[in-house]
T-cell receptor, first 114, second 114 residues
Framework: EAQVTQNPRYLITVTGKKLTVTCSQNMNHEYMSWYRQDPGLGLRQIYYSMNVEVTDKGDVPEGYKVSRKEKRNFPLILESPSPNQTSLYFC?????????????FGQGTRLTVV | AQKVTQAQTEISVVEKEDVTLDCVYETRDTTYYLFWYKQPPSGELVFLIRRNSFDEQNEISGRYSWNFQKSTSSFNFTITASQVVDSAVYFCALSEANFNKFYFGSGTKLNVKP
Protein backbone atom coordinates (compact mmCIF):
# COMPACT_ATOMS: atom_id res chain seq x y z
CA GLU A 1 0.00 0.00 0.00
CA ALA A 2 1.32 3.43 -1.01
CA GLN A 3 1.81 5.49 2.09
CA VAL A 4 3.68 8.16 3.99
CA THR A 5 4.46 7.14 7.56
CA GLN A 6 5.21 9.57 10.33
CA ASN A 7 6.34 8.77 13.83
CA PRO A 8 5.43 9.47 16.50
CA ARG A 9 1.76 10.39 16.14
CA TYR A 10 1.72 12.23 19.43
CA LEU A 11 4.57 13.76 21.39
CA ILE A 12 4.77 15.89 24.50
CA THR A 13 8.19 17.29 25.27
CA VAL A 14 9.87 20.00 27.28
CA THR A 15 11.43 23.19 26.04
CA GLY A 16 14.96 22.71 24.78
CA LYS A 17 14.97 18.93 24.50
CA LYS A 18 16.00 17.92 21.01
CA LEU A 19 13.57 15.76 19.11
CA THR A 20 13.18 14.15 15.70
CA VAL A 21 9.99 13.34 13.86
CA THR A 22 10.54 10.66 11.26
CA CYS A 23 8.89 10.47 7.86
CA SER A 24 9.15 7.65 5.38
CA GLN A 25 7.46 7.05 2.03
CA ASN A 26 7.31 3.89 -0.08
CA MET A 27 6.36 5.44 -3.43
CA ASN A 28 9.86 6.29 -4.65
CA HIS A 29 8.93 9.96 -4.76
CA GLU A 30 11.67 12.52 -5.28
CA TYR A 31 9.82 15.37 -3.62
CA MET A 32 9.13 15.46 0.10
CA SER A 33 8.10 18.29 2.39
CA TRP A 34 7.10 19.18 5.92
CA TYR A 35 4.17 21.38 6.98
CA ARG A 36 2.80 22.65 10.21
CA GLN A 37 -0.89 23.25 10.73
CA ASP A 38 -2.09 25.92 13.13
CA PRO A 39 -5.65 27.15 13.72
CA GLY A 40 -6.68 29.84 11.27
CA LEU A 41 -3.46 29.55 9.30
CA GLY A 42 -3.94 26.38 7.33
CA LEU A 43 -0.83 24.41 6.47
CA ARG A 44 2.44 26.23 6.09
CA GLN A 45 5.50 24.72 4.51
CA ILE A 46 8.57 24.33 6.72
CA TYR A 47 11.11 22.66 4.44
CA TYR A 48 11.05 20.71 1.23
CA SER A 49 13.39 18.43 -0.65
CA MET A 50 13.50 17.91 -4.39
CA ASN A 51 15.75 14.85 -4.09
CA VAL A 52 18.43 13.19 -2.01
CA GLU A 53 20.82 15.73 -0.46
CA VAL A 54 18.72 18.62 -1.86
CA THR A 55 16.72 20.56 0.70
CA ASP A 56 15.39 24.09 0.84
CA LYS A 57 13.47 26.37 3.16
CA GLY A 58 9.76 26.81 2.96
CA ASP A 59 7.81 29.66 4.50
CA VAL A 60 8.44 28.94 8.20
CA PRO A 61 11.84 27.22 8.56
CA GLU A 62 13.05 28.93 11.74
CA GLY A 63 13.76 26.48 14.53
CA TYR A 64 13.72 23.41 12.29
CA LYS A 65 16.25 21.29 10.45
CA VAL A 66 15.85 18.52 7.93
CA SER A 67 18.03 16.01 6.16
CA ARG A 68 17.56 13.83 3.10
CA LYS A 69 20.20 11.14 3.08
CA GLU A 70 17.93 8.55 1.49
CA LYS A 71 15.11 8.96 -0.96
CA ARG A 72 12.50 7.40 1.26
CA ASN A 73 13.24 9.27 4.51
CA PHE A 74 12.91 12.93 5.41
CA PRO A 75 13.20 13.52 9.17
CA LEU A 76 12.26 16.80 10.81
CA ILE A 77 14.59 17.88 13.62
CA LEU A 78 13.85 20.37 16.35
CA GLU A 79 17.19 21.10 18.00
CA SER A 80 15.76 23.18 20.82
CA PRO A 81 11.96 23.07 20.78
CA SER A 82 9.99 26.00 22.12
CA PRO A 83 6.30 26.31 23.04
CA ASN A 84 5.55 28.21 19.81
CA GLN A 85 6.41 25.03 17.93
CA THR A 86 3.43 23.29 19.46
CA SER A 87 1.50 22.32 16.37
CA LEU A 88 0.23 19.55 14.12
CA TYR A 89 2.92 18.48 11.68
CA PHE A 90 2.48 16.76 8.35
CA CYS A 91 4.98 15.17 6.07
CA UNK A 92 4.13 14.82 2.39
CA UNK A 93 5.61 13.31 -0.72
CA UNK A 94 4.88 13.85 -4.36
CA UNK A 95 6.04 12.51 -7.70
CA UNK A 96 7.98 15.44 -9.12
CA UNK A 97 8.03 13.97 -12.61
CA UNK A 98 4.27 14.26 -12.85
CA UNK A 99 3.45 17.90 -12.36
CA UNK A 100 -0.23 17.50 -11.79
CA UNK A 101 -0.14 14.89 -9.09
CA UNK A 102 -1.40 15.45 -5.62
CA UNK A 103 0.73 15.34 -2.50
CA UNK A 104 0.38 12.28 -0.30
CA PHE A 105 0.31 13.13 3.38
CA GLY A 106 1.29 11.25 6.48
CA GLN A 107 -1.12 10.80 9.35
CA GLY A 108 0.23 13.82 11.20
CA THR A 109 2.24 14.30 14.39
CA ARG A 110 0.71 16.33 17.17
CA LEU A 111 3.54 17.96 19.07
CA THR A 112 3.17 19.75 22.38
CA VAL A 113 6.14 21.64 23.83
CA VAL A 114 5.74 22.63 27.48
CA ALA B 1 -0.29 38.40 -0.20
CA GLN B 2 -2.08 35.17 0.45
CA LYS B 3 -1.97 32.82 -2.48
CA VAL B 4 -5.11 30.93 -1.51
CA THR B 5 -8.03 32.49 0.31
CA GLN B 6 -10.85 30.59 1.91
CA ALA B 7 -12.96 33.36 3.32
CA GLN B 8 -15.45 31.08 5.05
CA THR B 9 -13.96 30.06 8.35
CA GLU B 10 -16.84 27.89 9.43
CA ILE B 11 -20.15 26.85 7.90
CA SER B 12 -23.01 25.02 9.56
CA VAL B 13 -25.76 23.32 7.60
CA VAL B 14 -28.47 20.81 8.27
CA GLU B 15 -28.21 17.39 6.68
CA LYS B 16 -29.43 17.23 3.07
CA GLU B 17 -28.74 20.89 2.43
CA ASP B 18 -26.39 21.83 -0.39
CA VAL B 19 -23.29 23.77 0.58
CA THR B 20 -20.58 25.56 -1.40
CA LEU B 21 -17.09 26.14 -0.10
CA ASP B 22 -15.30 29.06 -1.72
CA CYS B 23 -11.69 29.19 -2.80
CA VAL B 24 -9.97 32.14 -4.45
CA TYR B 25 -6.37 31.88 -5.55
CA GLU B 26 -3.68 34.21 -6.75
CA THR B 27 -0.86 33.40 -9.11
CA ARG B 28 1.03 34.95 -12.00
CA ASP B 29 1.89 31.58 -13.51
CA THR B 30 -0.03 30.43 -16.54
CA THR B 31 0.52 26.83 -15.51
CA TYR B 32 -0.62 25.88 -12.07
CA TYR B 33 -2.56 23.21 -10.22
CA LEU B 34 -5.41 23.41 -7.77
CA PHE B 35 -6.41 20.86 -5.18
CA TRP B 36 -9.00 20.19 -2.53
CA TYR B 37 -8.27 18.15 0.57
CA LYS B 38 -10.58 17.01 3.34
CA GLN B 39 -9.47 16.75 6.96
CA PRO B 40 -11.98 14.74 9.02
CA PRO B 41 -11.97 14.92 12.82
CA SER B 42 -9.44 12.08 12.90
CA GLY B 43 -6.91 14.53 11.47
CA GLU B 44 -5.55 12.96 8.30
CA LEU B 45 -5.59 14.80 5.00
CA VAL B 46 -7.64 13.15 2.30
CA PHE B 47 -7.12 14.13 -1.32
CA LEU B 48 -10.36 14.98 -3.16
CA ILE B 49 -9.51 16.50 -6.51
CA ARG B 50 -6.84 18.19 -8.60
CA ARG B 51 -7.29 20.49 -11.55
CA ASN B 52 -4.69 22.02 -13.84
CA SER B 53 -4.96 25.55 -15.17
CA PHE B 54 -5.64 24.40 -18.72
CA ASP B 55 -8.66 22.37 -17.80
CA GLU B 56 -11.61 24.54 -16.92
CA GLN B 57 -14.15 21.78 -17.16
CA ASN B 58 -16.24 21.44 -14.07
CA GLU B 59 -16.20 18.05 -12.44
CA ILE B 60 -18.77 16.02 -10.61
CA SER B 61 -18.06 13.02 -8.45
CA GLY B 62 -21.12 11.69 -6.74
CA ARG B 63 -22.40 14.38 -4.38
CA TYR B 64 -19.27 16.48 -4.91
CA SER B 65 -18.77 19.00 -7.67
CA TRP B 66 -16.15 21.59 -8.43
CA ASN B 67 -16.46 24.84 -10.35
CA PHE B 68 -13.18 26.19 -11.73
CA GLN B 69 -13.33 29.71 -13.16
CA LYS B 70 -10.10 31.28 -14.29
CA SER B 71 -11.80 34.61 -14.96
CA THR B 72 -12.48 35.02 -11.25
CA SER B 73 -9.54 32.92 -9.99
CA SER B 74 -11.91 30.68 -8.12
CA PHE B 75 -12.15 26.96 -7.55
CA ASN B 76 -15.30 26.38 -5.55
CA PHE B 77 -16.46 23.10 -4.11
CA THR B 78 -20.11 22.12 -3.72
CA ILE B 79 -21.50 19.26 -1.69
CA THR B 80 -25.02 18.31 -2.68
CA ALA B 81 -27.36 16.77 -0.12
CA SER B 82 -24.81 17.04 2.65
CA GLN B 83 -24.39 14.26 5.19
CA VAL B 84 -23.06 14.21 8.73
CA VAL B 85 -19.98 12.35 7.47
CA ASP B 86 -19.12 15.41 5.40
CA SER B 87 -18.30 17.27 8.60
CA ALA B 88 -14.63 18.15 8.31
CA VAL B 89 -12.19 20.91 7.56
CA TYR B 90 -11.70 21.41 3.84
CA PHE B 91 -8.55 22.89 2.39
CA CYS B 92 -8.00 24.38 -1.01
CA ALA B 93 -4.40 24.37 -2.26
CA LEU B 94 -2.36 25.76 -5.13
CA SER B 95 0.82 24.45 -6.68
CA GLU B 96 2.63 26.69 -9.14
CA ALA B 97 4.74 25.69 -12.10
CA ASN B 98 7.99 25.74 -10.14
CA PHE B 99 6.54 22.87 -8.19
CA ASN B 100 8.47 23.61 -5.04
CA LYS B 101 5.64 24.85 -2.91
CA PHE B 102 2.14 23.91 -2.07
CA TYR B 103 0.10 26.86 -0.85
CA PHE B 104 -2.85 26.05 1.35
CA GLY B 105 -5.80 28.17 2.29
CA SER B 106 -6.67 28.53 5.94
CA GLY B 107 -9.43 25.95 5.62
CA THR B 108 -13.20 25.95 6.01
CA LYS B 109 -14.73 23.95 8.80
CA LEU B 110 -18.00 22.38 7.71
CA ASN B 111 -20.46 21.24 10.35
CA VAL B 112 -23.33 19.13 9.08
CA LYS B 113 -26.01 18.66 11.70
CA PRO B 114 -28.50 15.79 11.63
Amino acid sequence: EAQVTQNPRYLITVTGKKLTVTCSQNMNHEYMSWYRQDPGLGLRQIYYSMNVEVTDKGDVPEGYKVSRKEKRNFPLILESPSPNQTSLYFCASRDSLLMNTEAFFGQGTRLTVV
Amino acid sequence: AQKVTQAQTEISVVEKEDVTLDCVYETRDTTYYLFWYKQPPSGELVFLIRRNSFDEQNEISGRYSWNFQKSTSSFNFTITASQVVDSAVYFCALSEANFNKFYFGSGTKLNVKP
